[in-house]
Nanobody, 124 residues
Framework: QVQMVESGGGLVQAGGSLRLSCAAS????????MGWFRQVPLKEREFVAW????????YYADSVKGRFTISRDNAKNMVYLQLNSLKPEDTAVYHC?????????????????WGQGTQVTVSS
């Protein structure tokens, strides 16, 4: 089992930056691919970014490509999401999630463990 706690969200102006952190627990964390998803009220959870178990491969949603960067530090059981050039449309609750088995990286139902989320609000 894995537990994750997100932090680092906040209120920023458009064009600003935030760094989100996900602190994970569990012996096998370093064997799991990890993803970031975001969700706004009344909308389905949206894929943002994915990183392989060793950090060698990443994928991003088209809407954030070139602006967001996912990374991980397995020695510290941490996953990060650097958000740059933020836009109001990036406003959402951001969740980290663990994928314990191979599956489609952009599908929320293919992830097994989820953090509680951290709020990101971008003003215009």
């Amino acid at each position: 089992q894995v537990q994750m706690v997100e932090s680092g969200g906040g209120l920023v102006q458009a064009g600003g930056s935030l760094r989100l952190s996900c602190a994970a627990s569990g012996r096998t964390f370093n064997r799991y691919a990890m993803g970031w998803f975001r969700q706004v009220p009344l909308k389905e959870r949206e894929f943002v970014a994915w990183i392989s178990w060793n950090g060698d491969i990443t994928y991003y949603a088209d809407s954030v490509k070139g602006r967001f960067t996912i990374s991980r530090d397995n020695a510290k059981n941490m996953v990060y999401l650097q958000l740059n050039s933020l836009k109001p449309e990036d406003t959402a609750v951001y969740h980290c999630a663990a994928q314990t088995m191979s599956g489609t990286y952009y599908t929320a139902t293919k992830y097994d463990y989820w953090g509680q989320g951290t709020q990101v609000t971008v003003s215009s």
